[in-house]
């Protein structure tokens, strides 16, 4: 496969990926706009960013599998944190 047609978003919401479990080998994630750092993973740790950042898996390097888990939080009315900072009260 072309690596210029895995280029893609998510759409207005945080997306977020979790190793768990990484080959030897140099795996992560690319972002298009050369301003945003690549994700570099570590195993067992999740990645968030905004899901409309245009961004693709970088080749690997071995031709084991990895595996994650991938996710995209689209109601963000539940995030915990609402603009302007601080932790809402209450359940969330």
């Known amino acids: ?8 978003e998510h759409g207005d919401c945080i997306s977020g990926i979790f190793y768990l479990h990484l080959p030897r080998g140099t795996f992560g994630t690319e972002f298009k706009d050369p ?11 999740w990645h968030l960013y905004h899901g409309t950042w245009v961004h ?3 080749k ?3 031709m084991e599998w990895r595996y ?4 995209d939080l689209t109601d963000l009315s539940v995030w915990p944190f609402p603009p302007g ?8």
């Open 1 to 8: 496969m072309d690596p210029e047609e895995l280029w893609h």
């Open 35 to 45: 301003f945003l750092k690549n994700i570099e993973p570590k195993h067992l740790n």
């Open 56 to 58: 693709r898996p970088k």
């Open 60 to 62: 690997p390097e071995s």
């Open 85 to 92: 900072g601080g932790i809402r009260k209450g359940r969330v």
């Open 68 to 71: 994650v888990l991938a996710a």
